[in-house]
């Protein structure tokens, strides 16, 4: 059954698997005040739907997401009010990929056509990415006489692709396409545009057929560990981890499959 939203069409499946479209399409999906809340309603049902194990995230018709909406998000145009109320448009755009981050389920990201600023920060905070052919990505904020790193660019992408190609992209706001962003690492692949559902799905199943509590605790270990101070932090995590999950039913029944 899927959820009711105006800008957002998300559909749940019997396996696990919860596909969020966003849903303008005659703006390329940029980002609206609307779609903004919504993205944000969806994370919030996400953290406490256990059912929900795995996410496809994609943009409907020829592109991903064209960035914010500047003709409807003031906090994002030339008509910042205050200091503070800029401040606080800002810290509710960007909380969402810290959302992305924290929920338990895994998000991939078809990516098709445009995915620039706030939809390439969507991307960039995915933690699987599959590229159409058709993919332009770009930092676009310092197109627009803004900084380049927004909504968690400057954290995610120099951690993905290096500090060179991060510098590059950032500082330029040049488009990277689908063959450089594969050889760079910002993607794990490339397809026909045709067949970037086929791909997630593809991906997704590979995801759910794993224990549930395995695939928590991989993303959690993920995330911290990217910024662990040292090599002893992160095995004492996977250490903690894998005592954690050998206590579930699941991994029982996984040694009685490999046996």
Not at 96 to 107: E, G, H, N, Y
Not at 157 to 177: D, H, N, Y
Not at 224 to 238: F, G, K, R, V, Y
Request: hydrophobic share 45%; net charge neutral; charged share 20%.
């Amino acid at each position: 059954m899927g959820d009711t939203y105006e800008t957002l069409l998300v559909e749940r499946e019997a396996n696990g698997l919860v596909l969020c479209t966003l849903n303008r399409p005659q703006s390329l999906n940029a980002m609206s005040p609307k779609l903004a809340d919504e993205l944000h309603l969806f994370l919030d049902r996400l953290h406490d739907d256990t059912a929900a194990r795995v996410v496809i995230l994609r943009g409907a018709g020829r592109a991903f997401c064209a960035g914010l909406d500047l003709k409807e998000n003031t906090s994002a145009g030339t008509a910042r009010n205050s200091v503070s109320s800029g401040l606080r448009g800002q810290h509710k755009i960007a909380e969402l990929v810290i959302k992305m981050r924290r929920v338990a389920q895994p998000f991939i990201a078809l990516v098709q056509g445009a995915a620039s600023g706030g939809g390439f920060a969507l991307a960039l905070a995915s933690d699987i990415r599959i590229a159409g052919e058709s993919a332009r990505m770009n930092a676009a904020f310092i197109r627009i006489g803004l900084g380049a790193c927004d909504i968690g660019a400057s954290y995610f992408l120099p951690r993905i692709v290096g500090s060179s190609v991060a510098a590059e992209l950032l500082l330029t706001g040049g488009f990277i396409e689908a063959p450089r962003a594969l050889a760079t690492g910002l993607v794990s692949r490339v397809v026909p545009d045709a067949e970037l559902e086929k791909a997630g799905r593809e991906m997704a199943e590979n995801i759910l057929r794993n224990s549930p509590v395995g695939v928590r605790l991989t993303k959690d270990c993920l995330n911290w560990s990217i910024d662990a101070p040292t090599l002893e932090a992160a095995i004492a995590m996977e250490d903690r981890n894998q005592i954690l999950a050998s206590q579930s039913g699941d991994f029982r029944e996984g040694v009685k499959a490999f046996l």
